[in-house]
């Protein structure tokens, strides 16, 4: 039978007035993969390129209406978590996906902006950890979240745990899967690692960009959950998620004083506006 509609992909995260991130970049990647975007409001946020300078959570209950009426409404092929705020919407957005179990969730655990502003105290990240990740497909968090998020983990007390390490014991924590992406690692070039339940799956190599970006997790997360609504097997998503994801980074411009913001429309550019070549990729599956 024909589709008649593109696949619907459903957001959970705060609002950003940029639209460098948050629930705007989400919307623009998501309707950038060719899938009707959907999006519940966590938070409303006050912020520029520079930094956040304020937040305002929503009422718990509130995100857990928006995304039901929405789930009631239509069929929905994937999720994306970001910004969820504290642990009362937290719980209430892990009883919501609950319902839905065969339905791929992509969980981009955002700990902090990119100039350091917290976004999550430590009952957050526990709340994380006990009623999200058990419901995680796959796990996107960059290299700082990781080893915080692992180090939250009851009887994990290493100081500077390897990232490998890390993934492991997110996974035993629940996730099915854990991509580490390596951009505030040390290095010429960008390394991401997927792992799986029993270790490595993919090893992605990217040219490191000369920018500091704002979005580029928002980003990432959210074409994998799009790739998947396609029905693009896991590896395959997350490999495409990281070219779409680096070509917005680097067809990116600095409209603002502060972080370069992605251009998730670079496929509309017209051939003078897109990087003149394509980046030196290295990737190899290795399980």
Known sequence: MPRTSPPVVLAFAASDPTCGAGLQADLLTIAAHGCQPLTVVTALTVQDTAGVEDILALDAGWVAD???????????????????????????????????????????????????????????????????????????????????????????????????ECARRLIGAGCAHVLVTGTHERGERVVNVLYGSHGPLRRDEWERLPASYHGSGCTLASAIAANLAWGMPLAEAVQAGQHYTWHSLAAGCRPGMGQHVPNRLWRALDEHAVPSSLPEVSDAFVA
Do not use: C, H, W
Request: no cysteine; aromatic share 6%; hydrophobic share 50%.
């Open 66 to 164: 928006q995304a039901r009426v929405l789930l009631e409404d239509m069929p929905v092929a994937a999720f994306k978590l970001g910004m969820l705020g504290g642990v009362e919407t937290i719980a209430a957005v892990a009883e919501v996906v609950s319902d839905y179990p065969d339905i791929p969730l992509v969980f981009d655990p955002v700990l902090a902006s990119g100039r350091g502003d917290a976004f999550a105290d430590e009952e957050a990240v526990a709340a994380m950890i006990e009623l999200l990740l058990p419901q995680t497909d796959l796990l996107t968090p960059n290299s700082l979240e990781a080893r915080r998020l692992a180090q939250e983990l009851e009887g994990f007390e290493q100081d500077q745990p390897s990232l490998p």
